[in-house]
Every structure is written in structure tokens, then in C-alpha cells.
């Protein structure tokens, strides 16, 4: 395997909504530049970036995949991403490691949400983009509409630099707007090109075209204005170098065309990454921290200290933990022994190697840019910064949206509950989103992830991977208890037997706290009515009786209890009796204190198409929800609501049939609210049934 310099490397995340074809493509490329002795197709489970067995069943990317091409004297480090939703974590992790991006819009659908949410992801990261009009051979597709959709969304900034040269089945190849030529693409599917002229009916409008691309090159550039003004054009020799580097400012987002799964636009496709997109060298200076926490920047080259960032972790049940990595600074040697700053200790880096899907290469040495991957570091995760120990820095780690769903699972076996733990940790820290818990109010294993999906494709891993088998269920609302009104009670607990009795007495004023106060214990008793070491044995009992609950078993919330009488006995009075009375206290005061039952309410953000507003609000409200506003953005609508979590358990499945995969949600926490005396009761009922509140302690 050749060494590469940084210059010649590109690295190039593909992104874009679902089913643009970014995995065929990447598999199209592989196959042109002669990397592969086969073209692989998603639909026959062949490609190269969709190995795990979850991508090849469903048919769609669910992590981030490296490949890479070599082309000429450049390798081009490809990183293939998810598009949809629920995984588009794994997409935004994957763009801390690329230094350009090629945005996939499908030819007939035209822009997709996750179309703009992965352009948001590219302006975050200050990345250099290209659009690629992808499927250009499918019926009903259209370049003129696709691009005026580009130009709407994003600003005049889009410019073709490819014409389509014929659409739907008569899609043959492209029109370059640089070089003025015309390529077509035979129909064996080699991915090669035959240059000629430009045809007749088609060199107007690659004229017009070619125009409009000179102008947005010269337009940031005062040479190239002043050239422009004396000859009326750029000549190609003085367009390209002036195209590269609007293209690396972000001041243009230039626009291609293909069709991967026939293989056309593939090889033009290559030499455009080569000679436009921007080498790691060209992205700037890295912006980090040294030991004391002071900004420090950094180069990309070879003469710097070295420095790997981890942007990726991979659980293998057989190769264990394999970290991927970027070498921001530096030259990484096989066998090197790095410092990690973020945790400290020493790593080893054996065996370092390039990655080509599920498959990886040894190398010896990797330059400044250049990606890479190795096994079994000890302690090292993503997000972890990797280098010399005389030189430290601590680039900043990925920050993701919590989790939007809970699900409660249960092992199978006594087996499964051993191995299980061990599982879901190696799960953990291959995908940042995940959250595994145990709830102390329901005592239930919960696992988290920003969909439905996502924590169902989490479940089927465990069960490939780890051998370990586990049922879904939607968990248990954290329900609390509360009380409405003031009230007072005695608690007296006094038993006589044979020697020492028992004997405790006191009296407590009971009253409603706001919501999220907690419990709040005050201590008013004068005179010494019950000696001070007794008193956090009341406290103590009251705090266990609301923990059991009153009407259903949920915890009691948000209550001042004021200790202000009792008596004691000198002989007979223990702690254990204090205990007993003050539980006492709390029931008696219960049953006077209008108790209710308080719901988690969430607050939940949905990004819809415009068409589709006014069904889910309406969905909204008969899901007992709260609008809060609305906004539009691009032709989407944004609706903020209130709703509660209750109310939420199936929703993720509901969108999607509602907006046909096009809606997209967020939800956190909020607040705690009244449950409607209604649904109250049947939640109580349920309780009763199950053994719990008011009337089980009765027993």
C-alpha cells in the first residue's frame, strides 16, 4: 500500500437523505477506478460500505463506512454515511473526520429533509460541499427541477458545473462547464468515459451555463474580475485554479450529475474530486486546547507534533474494539506508542491499517490527513485525541442530541441477564446515542436511541453479535404522586408485650410544594415532645411511605411535612417506633390531602413537509398536546408542542406513516403536570390489579 501526502489525499463524506444512492455510488467508484473486480449493489447485498448483516437485510446504511480510491497519483478516503433520521448521529460523527462533503439529491424526489439537515451538518463544520443529482436515468427525473429546488434552498451560490447529457432512459453522460466537453458512458456499466464535442442541440445551454459558472468564479476574485471585464471570459488554464478555490472558500457550491447503479458520471465524478476538492492541508489550522485548557491551533502537515483524533468506534465480537481515526498532525508509525490526553495512559498502535468496508490493510505509516484505522487499544473511545506527550492537545469532542425514545427490555434467560451488561457497554461505545439505564422507580433495563428503529436495529445487534436475546417493551411511565390541599395528622404507633412495647406518637402538618420542590421536612417541635434523636426516624418513615406511594404505588412528590407535637415514653419509645408513627402520619394525611397523579409532559419539536402541518397538529391535540408555536424554514414547518410522554410511546411509528417518512422529531423533558382524573382512575385501577396503592397497603 503507497504512502500518500497530505496534499494528495481528499477526504470526502457522502451525505444526503435515504435512498439517494450514496452507498451504490461509493460502490460504483470502487469499481471505475479498478479498486474492486466487481460492481456491487445494494439490492443484492454485495456493496462494499453495507456489510453488517442488519444493512445488507434492510437495505439501507445504518453506521458510517470508510473505503478508499486510489486515482491517479490521489487517494480519496471516502466515508459513507446514513440518511436516515434516526442514524444521522453516525453522519454528523463521521463529518469530523472528512474535510469535504458530496451532498446526494435524488433526480425525481428532489430535496429530502434530511437533504437540509445534512447541509445544516456541513455549515457547522465549515466544510466545503459539492451537490451530486443522483439517479439522473430513473423516470419522472429532472435536473432543471432538482436545481431550481438546490438554488430555492440554498442560494444563488448553487452552480452547475455539469449539464446532464439526456434524462430517465436516455441518460448517456455529462457536460463538462470547465473544459467545454461532452463524456458519455457506454451501457456495460465499466464507468469509463469517451470524451467528444459537445452535440449541437445542446451546446446552447452549455454555453449559458459555462457563462454563469464564470461569472460566480470571478465574482470573489479580483483577478479573475478584472480578466473577466477585459476578455469577457476566463480561459480554462486561469478557471480551474479560481473554481478550486471558491469551491474550498465556500463561496461556491458547484453541482454534478450521475446515475450510480448503471455506473454513469463516475469517472468524471473521480477526476472532479481530484482536481477541485480540497486537500486536508487546505482546511486550515485545527482549533484546540492545550493541558491548562488555553485555545491552541495546530497545522495540517507532517512537520508538526502528532496528533489522531478518534471520530469512530466499531464493537467486532472477534477483533474487539477497532477505533477509527484521523491523523490531524504528524506521521503515525506502525507500532507507536501514543499518549491519550482525554484519559490518560499510554496506547499502543499496532497494526494500523487502511479500510475498504469490513476489510483492512496494513501499513506502515500514515501522514498528516490521512485516515486510518486499529484494534484493541485499551481505553481509548470516540471522541478521544491521541498523540506525542510532549506536545498535548485536546481537540473538542462531538456533542449529540440526547435521545428521543426510551424501550424497556427484559433478557430472556438467566443467561441472557449475565451477558447483558458486558453487551450493551461494547454497544455503547460504538454508537453515541444509545443510553442503556435502570429506572429506580420501575426497576426496568431501559434502552435509548433517537428512534424506534434505532433501538430495535440495537436489539438485533446484540442478538447477531453478542448472542444475547432480549424482549421490547414500551416502558412504564415514571408517574409521581402529589397532593393538592393541606393537611394534619397523628401517627401513633403503640404495641405492649411482654417486657420492653413499643411505643411512638407524633403530629404532622402535611401541604403542597411547586412542582419540581421535591420533599422538604421542617422540624417544629418545641419543648422536647419528642427527644431530638428520634426526629429523623419520623423523617425516615414518611420518606419511605411516599416512596411506596398512596393511590398507585408512584413515588409522592412536592410536599412540606411540618413536625410540631408528639409525646414519647421513656422506656417503650425506639427509633423503629418513630419510623412507624411517622409512616402512620403520612397515610392519615393522605386521605385528607386531595392526592393526585402527576404525568411527565415532554417537550417535542416536529419537522414536517408544509403539507402536512395541519394533520399533526390535529394529531397533536388528540394526543392531549399543547402547541407552542410554529415556524417555517425551506419548506418545511417546525411545530413546538407540549405533550405528554403517555401520549408519545408510539409516535415515532405514527410520523413516519403520517408524513410518509418525511416527518422527523425531537423530544426531551419537561415537566410534570396533573394527570386528568379520567385517566387517573384507569391508571389506579390498574395499580389496584397489579397489587399496589392504597388499597394493597390496606391489606
Same mark, same amino acid.
Given at each position: ?110 430535496? !429530502? ?7 445544516? +451538518?456541513? &455549515? /457547522?463544520?465549515?466544510? #466545503?460541499?459539492?451537490? $451530486? ?85 470571478? !465574482? ?7 480578466? +473577466?471585464? &477585459? /476578455?469577457?471570459?476566463? #480561459?480554462?488554464?486561469? $478557471? ?460
Amino acid at each position: 500500500m503507497k504512502i500518500y501526502e497530505s496534499s494528495t489525499i481528499r477526504n470526502v463524506a457522502l451525505i444526503g437523505h435515504g435512498h439517494t444512492g450514496k452507498t451504490q455510488l461509493v460502490s460504483a467508484l470502487l469499481y471505475t477506478a479498478g479498486m474492486v473486480n466487481r460492481l456491487g449493489k445494494v439490492d443484492e447485498g454485495t456493496s462494499v460500505t453495507d456489510y453488517d448483516e442488519e444493512e445488507i437485510q434492510r437495505k439501507f446504511s445504518i453506521s458510517a463506512a470508510l473505503a478508499y480510491v486510489e486515482w491517479e497519483k490521489t487517494k480519496l478516503n471516502l466515508i459513507d454515511t446514513p440518511g436516515f433520521n434516526i442514524f444521522l448521529h453516525e453522519t454528523e460523527a463521521a463529518l469530523t473526520a472528512a474535510d469535504a462533503a458530496l451532498l446526494l439529491v435524488h433526480a425525481v424526489a428532489g430535496i !429530502e429533509v434530511q437533504t437540509e439537515k445534512t447541509w445544516g +451538518f456541513c &455549515e /457547522k463544520y465549515g466544510l #466545503p460541499r459539492a451537490l $451530486l443529482i443522483n439517479q439522473m436515468d430513473r423516470d419522472r427525473a429532472s435536473f432543471e427541477r432538482t436545481l431550481q429546488a438546490l438554488r430555492d434552498a440554498f442560494g444563488r451560490s448553487v452552480v452547475p458545473v455539469q449539464l446532464p447529457w439526456g434524462e430517465e432512459k436516455n441518460f448517456r453522460g455529462c457536460i463538462d462547464l470547465v473544459s467545454m466537453k461532452a463524456y458519455s458512458y457506454n451501457s456495460n456499466g465499466s464507468g469509463k468515459a469517451q470524451e467528444s464535442d459537445i452535440p449541437g442541440e445542446l451546446s446552447e445551454a452549455a454555453s449559458k451555463a459555462h457563462e454563469a459558472l464564470v461569472e460566480m468564479v470571478a !465574482e470573489g476574485n479580483d483577478k479573475l474580475m478584472e480578466e +473577466f471585464f &477585459e /476578455k469577457g471570459t476566463i #480561459p480554462p488554464e486561469d $478557471l480551474a485554479p479560481g473554481l478550486r478555490e471558491a469551491i474550498r472558500e465556500r463561496r461556491l457550491f458547484p453541482v454534478l450529475v450521475s446515475a450510480a447503479l448503471p455506473n454513469i458520471g463516475t469517472e468524471n465524478l473521480l477526476r472532479f474530486a481530484d482536481a477541485y476538492l480540497p486537500s486536508p492541508s487546505e482546511r486550515g489550522d485545527w482549533q484546540g486546547t492545550d493541558a491548562e485548557g488555553k485555545p491552541v491551533k495546530r497545522k495540517t502537515a507532517d512537520d508538526q507534533p502528532l496528533a489522531v483524533y478518534v471520530f469512530k468506534t466499531v464493537a467486532d465480537p472477534f477483533a474487539g474494539r477497532v477505533s477509527y481515526y484521523k491523523v490531524l498532525s504528524g506521521v503515525l508509525k506502525n507500532e507507536a506508542s501514543l499518549s491519550n490526553f482525554n484519559r490518560g495512559g499510554t496506547e499502543k498502535f499496532s497494526h494500523i491499517a487502511v479500510v475498504q468496508g469490513k476489510s483492512q490493510t496494513p501499513i506502515g505509516e500514515l501522514r498528516a490527513g490521512d485516515l486510518g484505522a486499529v484494534a484493541k487499544l485499551k481505553d481509548t473511545l470516540t471522541g478521544d485525541t491521541l498523540g506525542d506527550k510532549a506536545a498535548p492537545i485536546l481537540y473538542p469532542r462531538l456533542k449529540l442530541p440526547e435521545p428521543a425514545i426510551s424501550f424497556a427490555i427484559e433478557p430472556k434467560s438467566r443467561g441472557d441477564e449475565d451477558k447483558l451488561s458486558t453487551a450493551i457497554h461494547r454497544m455503547l461505545e460504538e454508537d453515541l446515542l444509545l443510553r442503556f439505564s435502570r429506572d429506580p422507580q420501575t426497576n426496568e433495563f431501559l434502552l435509548a436511541g433517537s428512534g424506534q428503529q434505532h433501538v430495535e436495529v440495537a436489539v438485533s445487534k446484540l442478538k447477531r453479535r453478542f448472542n444475547v436475546e432480549v424482549t421490547l417493551k414500551a416502558p412504564k411511565i415514571p408517574y409521581r404522586e402529589t397532593i393538592r390541599a393541606k393537611a394534619e395528622a397523628q401517627g401513633k404507633h403503640k404495641k405492649q408485650t411482654g417486657g420492653h412495647g413499643q411505643y411512638g406518637d407524633c403530629w404532622i402538618r402535611m401541604e403542597p410544594l411547586p412542582r419540581g420542590a421535591g420533599f422538604e421536612f421542617v422540624n417544629d417541635i418545641f419543648g422536647g415532645a419528642i427527644p431530638r434523636n428520634f426526629i429523623p426516624a419520623v423523617e425516615k418513615g414518611i420518606v419511605e411511605a411516599a416512596s411506596k406511594g398512596f393511590l398507585a404505588g408512584y413515588p409522592v412528590v412536592d410536599f412540606r411535612v411540618i413536625l410540631y407535637d408528639g409525646s414519647y415514653h421513656e422506656v417503650d419509645s425506639s427509633e423503629i417506633a418513630f419510623k412507624l408513627a411517622g409512616s402512620k402520619a403520612f397515610k392519615a394525611c393522605m386521605e385528607q390531602a386531595k392526592p393526585c397523579l402527576l404525568e411527565p409532559i415532554m417537550n417535542v419539536e416536529i419537522t414536517v413537509p408544509e403539507a402536512y402541518s395541519g394533520d399533526i397538529m390535529g394529531n397533536l391535540n388528540s394526543r392531549r398536546g399543547r402547541i407552542q408555536g410554529m415556524d417555517s424554514k425551506s419548506g418545511s414547518t417546525i411545530i413546538k408542542a407540549q405533550v405528554p410522554l403517555a401520549e408519545m410511546l408510539t409516535y415515532a411509528s405514527d410520523l413516519t406513516s403520517m408524513t410518509q417518512g418525511r416527518g422527523t422529531y425531537s423530544m426531551e423533558y419537561s415537566h410534570y403536570d396533573y394527570v386528568p382524573p379520567q385517566i387517573a382512575e384507569k391508571i389506579i385501577a390498574a395499580a389496584k390489579a397489579a397489587g399496589h396503592g392504597k388499597e394493597a397497603e390496606e391489606e
